[in-house]
């Protein structure tokens, strides 16, 4: 397994994964565009690191419907090039029909976790050049570790802070970029898997809404940041916990039944 998992990760490092990393910095810089645009100008000691990142949680578009785009951009349609290139049948002969569809889904979520998290971590390096990590505003106002944003961090350990943001956009990639590949047993074109995300993104925030489900309580404000439960520990411990299940039941379903079509012949042919 360990050749195969090579060949696909070489194919995964690829220009769009260097272009989605890009695209997540600038989705959170674009929710706080004409703040950010107008602090590099005046050089206010006001601004910090700390209020783009919470910001963008709070109330970004880009970061809540785009940036999981990027998750999805590097390798999550391979799978759907592959089979209109009718070569799934070839490649899963030679690899083995589970070994290959494990193989393509690991890889394909480990670079989405990977392109959010490390675009995450290099907006905040890329800020922290120019802006200090949190203001005198936020340390005179913050209560406890409970604040949201996982504000007591920002201020008393910021390296921790950091870990986290990444840590949570590793998570939320990982489980838009294997949902995208999910979709892709019943979709063909590229375009449309890589922009699944957003439509998906606006499906969970409409039915959340419809439900009235308390913000406090959603998983996808967690993932962004926005929500902190108890504290920044148990609330990564939530997200992880929650992320992994997500992972490997859509990893299990995409598996089953891409085995169950390779023998059906359904992939054998494109649409």
Known sequence: MSRVFISEWKRAINTSAVIAMIGVMFCICFDSWNDLAGAMESGNTVWCVYYFMSNSAYGGMC??????????????ASFCEERNS?????????EGMRRYGTVKYIVNILMGGLVAALGTILLILFLRMRFQMTSDYYETSVAGTADLFHKWLAIHHPVRY??????????????????SMFV?????????ITMFPFLGSYV????????????????????????????????????????????????????????????????????
Do not use: H
Not at 86 to 94: C, D, L, N, W
Not at 210 to 232: E, M, N, P, Y
């Open 86 to 94: 009718k070569a799934v049948a070839y490649i899963a002969s030679r």
């Open 204 to 271: 969970v925030v409409r039915i959340s809404q419809i439900l009235s489900l308390d913000a406090d309580w959603r998983f996808d404000q967690i993932l962004i940041g926005r929500t902190v439960i108890g504290d920044s520990g148990y609330t990564v411990m939530i997200a992880a916990i929650v992320s992994g299940i997500l992972v490997f039941l859509m990893g299990l379903c995409f598996t089953e039944k891409l085995v169950k079509g390779l023998r059906d012949g359904m992939f054998y042919e494109s649409k």
């Open 162 to 179: 950091c870990m986290i943001e990444a840590a949570l956009g590793f998570m939320r990639g990982m489980i838009w970029a294997g949902a």
């Open 184 to 192: 892709s047993l019943y979709l063909t074109d590229p375009l449309v």
């Open 63 to 76: 970061r809540n419907y785009i940036l999981p785009v990027f998750a999805a951009l590097p390798f999550a």
